[in-house]
């Protein structure tokens, strides 16, 4: 990181690999866009960069808190303790200091925080944030701008690129008035230049890393990523219907669409929202629609006229706590099995889990390709904490990954046939002639090949087959496993979705411990590759963690599922329903639960 | 409903006949209103002579939504209620296409009700004729949004005592830019709506009373005059279809009320105004290649 020699810091310079800084305040104060500069600062600088945020249901106000952790090498997860608290009220310091890790730096608002007396487990920082802001930017301004107050002494404490940080204020408030972008830099200036080490004895910089030869380095929130990989993969039709945090998706698509000759409707509703993606996509336009919780339920009927009729479609679930409007603004895996079967009678379709941010991206463009190649509805599983996380990644290869919408009308011989038993299905959509003058038929009740009604019993088992057999053929053609760590051993931890980072961090930490132990995450949770019995045989022990309850019988959805697919006595389950993330401690003792390590005997308790 | 007994057709490109519109034999009972409806569709195509390929023709679920499959053109039959938005999506996903949605009252008014008032008020641009027989045919006789107060189903043995719906003020309050009612019965008089139902530029709809023989025979006599009653039509000389305190009046008329067209008025359709914005935008940048969009999308988020 450059060297900012104007700095006269006389303290004490600490060495740091990562840093877990917590800011805490109401949701009016922009602590959000405190934590995305940082992050796309981390992502210019290449630092390797994750958020947290939680983001209050109430409308406005109301406690909020934003999450950044950032440093050199493989960030995997949010963290599980701060190692620095930034606490703008007292309600900030007191919901949050049992997060702040002992011997952290409690960094508060001296004007609105009164610390305990006699509670010294912390280094404890305080600075009038309030007055000193309203003192920068004159009486008008009231606290507005505490947050870039706060950014500027952050920037010192950690001897941030100052330079980059400018250009990113240009980049964001540039367009704007002119005297917004100088309050924006007065606000900066005021905390960056504040005599920090009167109060604070050291300052922290971190391990400087080799700027990587690869591609620029890209930050966004996972909601934007998979909106970009459904752009990349050639959607450019859609409907849906508010509701959080799917919302951010179809806002951007609505805005970004027409861009490329497409529309987005928003719908009455989420029954209106699917079936005008359906149409859509009988219209030969790959189209999406989305929800969340209650609004995937309303679709499923239309999903499973969408199995039925063999129409492609993407849907995109970015779940969140549940049943019915449970918590709207926190995390759960909870609708594994709805997108598999939560449409009545035998029906399948796809349903693929996006890892991480990045993820978002590359596994919605996926969607796109298998839907329009097996002509099927493909569910994109997201989560509450994925999508308003930011990340930053390599900038995707659009040379390589862009695929083009083309809408395909050429004629059809005479024997077209819009169910072929001998074919996967590919339709005919309207505006193509079929020689021979018999135009097809696309339909809900079970059929015979050209689409008309058939309660043909035989015909019913056919149709069932040809339904079913295309998903096992993407089976077959899926990617072999990648199986993280140990190759074989004592335990398997098996995740899907977000929780890719807390096990990866949690899998790379027990290994230093000399545990043998792998990770694989699955990502295709329906078709399942065809390779998981044997991966799983190598293994004494496999932990299946997920988000969601441990059910009537003890298991997760996933965890159920596996179970039922390899009758495998030796898959466990390992669950939480508290609306929050992992915690690699949580995980560790989850692994220690069902496989003591022998030398957490003779250690303390295990340390996350 | 009789079994289906499939008629060999064939189309002919460019050349637009009754034959090579006939595809399954409607699986009906004999003298449902419904046939009558299905033979005026073909008529009115025939007439406007548009390409086959391109001609849509949709449905929800109910009797009367069996109806693609007994014409020869691309048809959907998709599930109950949601037509109107599933044909909403292949009208704006192509302005190629001629959209034609049929359905039943049940499907209309009752599950897809609020449908209706979102495809009205956006106004795509697309054809929906309610086949209203007053009753749930396919699900054999219970009470519909339209039963009228007193019918005996097997819901209400009784006699229905829950107030109808009033047709023509619900397609009229849905912002529709064209309403109309006709009767099964009066061949050319239907045709007459569905031509200008489909020359509309924007969302038609239709109402037209087509009797089920089954469980409401006799429902629609009043507006008969072969079984005694009066089809009065609207006089256009006198009633202005672009006054919609008109034709909320006629709307409120005794039963069996008028016939024809109650409403008429050009505003822009949805398919329109999206276009328009498209091309506003893509004009905005540059008409540059999705790819390029893409990639300068990705640059700003260095
Ligand atoms: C979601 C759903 N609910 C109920 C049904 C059963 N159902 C099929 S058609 C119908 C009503 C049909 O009445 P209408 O729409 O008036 O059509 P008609 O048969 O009279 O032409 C019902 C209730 C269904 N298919 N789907
Ligand atoms: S609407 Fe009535 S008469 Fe017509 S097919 Fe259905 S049951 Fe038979
Ligand atoms: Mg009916």
Known sequence: MPHNSANPIPAREELIRDAVIRLAGNSQDG???????????????????????????TISGGPS?????????????????????????????????????????????SDHVKLEEDDHRF???????SALTVEALGGSSREKGKNLFALGLLSRIFKLDVGKLREIFKERFGGKAEDVLRNVNLAFDAGFSYPIDNVLDRYFSFQSEEESEGPPQVTMDGNTALTLGLIAGGVRHGAGYPITPWSTIMEMLRQQLPRYGGVFVQAEDELAAVSMAIGFSYAGRLAVTGSSGPGISLKMEALGWATMAEIPLVVVNIQRGGPSTGLPTNVE???????????????????????????????????????????VPVFVLSDMSLASRIEAFDEPDLDALMIEPSLDTEDRPADFKPYDLERITRHAPPGTWVEGGVFPQVTGLEHDEAGHPSANPQMHAKMMKKRRSKIQQIAAELPPSQVFGDREGEV??????????????TVIRERDCGRKIGHLQIRYINPLPNDLGEIFSRYEHILVVEMNDEGLYGYGQLATLLRARYCNPAIRSLNKTDGLTFKIKEIRQGIEAICPSPAATLQAPVQA | MSTATPTPVKAERGVLTKKGLQADHPTWCPGCGDFAVLAAYYKTLEKLDLPQQNIVTLAGIGCSSRFPYFVNTHGGHFIHGRSLPFASGVSLGRDDLHVFVFGGDGDGFSIGGNHLDHAGRKNFRLTYVIMDNFVYGLTKKQTSPTSPQGFKSKTDPWG????????????????????ARTHATQIKHMMEMYERA????????????????????????????RKGGAFETIDEEVHDVSDMAAALALAEEPWPGKFGVYYETQQPTKNKLEKDLVEATRQKVGHKSDKELLAKTFASMR
């Open chain 2, 160 to 179: 229905v005592f829950d107030r109808p719906t009033n047709p023509m003020r619900k397609l009229l309050s849905s912002g529709a830019t064209f309403v």
């Open chain 1, 31 to 57: 602590i959000q866009s405190i934590g995305g500069f940082l992050a796309r600062l981390a992502g210019r600088s290449a630092q390797e960069v994750m958020t947290y945020m939680t983001i209050p249901a």
């Open chain 2, 198 to 225: 489909a020359l509309h530029d924007g969302f038609s709809v239709i109402e037209v009373l087509s009797e089920c023989v089954e469980f409401y025979k006799g429902a629609f006599d009043a507006g008969n005059p």
């Open chain 1, 333 to 375: 895996q909870s609708d594994l099995l709805q997108a598999i079967h939560g449409s009545h009678g035998d029906c399948p379709r796809v349903v693929l889990a996006a890892e991480n941010v990045e993820d978002c991206f590359y596994i919605a463009r996926e969607a796109c390709q298998l839907a329009r190649k097996f002509s």
């Open chain 1, 492 to 505: 398997l931890v098996v995740g899907w979705g977000s929780t890719w980072g807390p096990i990866r961090e």
């Open chain 1, 65 to 109: 808190i934003f999450q950044v952790r950032m440093g050199t090498g493989e960030v995997l997860s949010a963290g599980d303790e701060a190692d620095f608290l930034l606490a703008f009220y007292q309600h900030s310091y007191e919901d949050h200091i049992g997060f702040l890790k002992e011997g952290g730096v409690l960094l508060y608002d």
């Open chain 1, 123 to 129: 280094v404890r920082v305080g600075v009038p944030i």
